[in-house]
């Protein structure tokens, strides 16, 4: 396959993976995702599987259960409104959809969490752990890319491998890392 056509594909589903994870809390259907990418639905769920190495139900199913689970441990929800949160129709298909994922409900689950509300503010909090005071900046406008590694947490190959290649970005310009690994700044 052709390097541009690659880094297109790559661009698509990239673009598909932050609709997604900003619509968690909507019905997602292959058909509407395909349409959103200007592609038939054979090949846009071809070309997701590929990248991804997982369906798209699999995928959304997933991303779905993870974000369900960051927010019974941050915040104070009820199970019908964190179904909703979820793109889920009722809470009993939530429920049962995450005690297929993980193998316990969502309510034994968030049984299991210790609440701790400490009598500090976050200043105090930050101040106990060594840091200063945050310092809001305004910084002048630059371009930044962002490589998005997908498999299995801590493969470190695939890494090494992405980052030891030059990025291209859109205008055609080179591209180095500055102070991130994971942070690519336009040269000028």
Do not use: C
Not at 8 to 21: K, S, T
Not at 79 to 84: C, I, K, R
Not at 117 to 132: R, S
Not at 151 to 179: D, F, H, M, N, V
């Amino acid at each position: 396959m052709k390097e541009e056509t690659t880094y297109g594909h790559q661009e698509l589903i990239n673009q598909v993976i932050d609709y997604i994870h900003t619509h968690l809390h909507k019905a997602l259907t292959l058909e509407m995702l395909a349409a959103e990418m200007h592609m038939s639905v054979y090949h846009f769920h071809r070309l997701f599987k590929s990248y991804l190495q997982e369906t798209l139900s699999a995928y959304i199913t997933r991303q779905r259960m993870e974000r369900a689970v960051m927010y019974l441990q941050t915040r104070d929800l009820s199970l019908q409104e964190l179904s909703e949160k979820m793109g889920y129709d009722t809470a009993q298909s939530f429920s049962k959809a995450f005690k297929r994922y993980f193998g316990v409900s969502p309510v034994a689950f968030g049984n299991t969490l210790t609440f701790n509300t400490p009598e500090t503010t976050p200043i105090e909090d930050i101040a106990f752990i060594g840091l200063d005071e945050p310092e809001v900046l305004l910084i002048s406008p630059m371009y930044i890319a962002y490589i998005r590694i997908i498999g299995p947490y801590g493969e470190k190959r695939e890494l090494r491998a992405r980052l030891g290649k030059t990025l291209r970005i859109s205008e055609g310009k080179q591209a180095t890392i500055q102070s991130h690994p994971l942070v690519w700044h336009q040269l000028r």
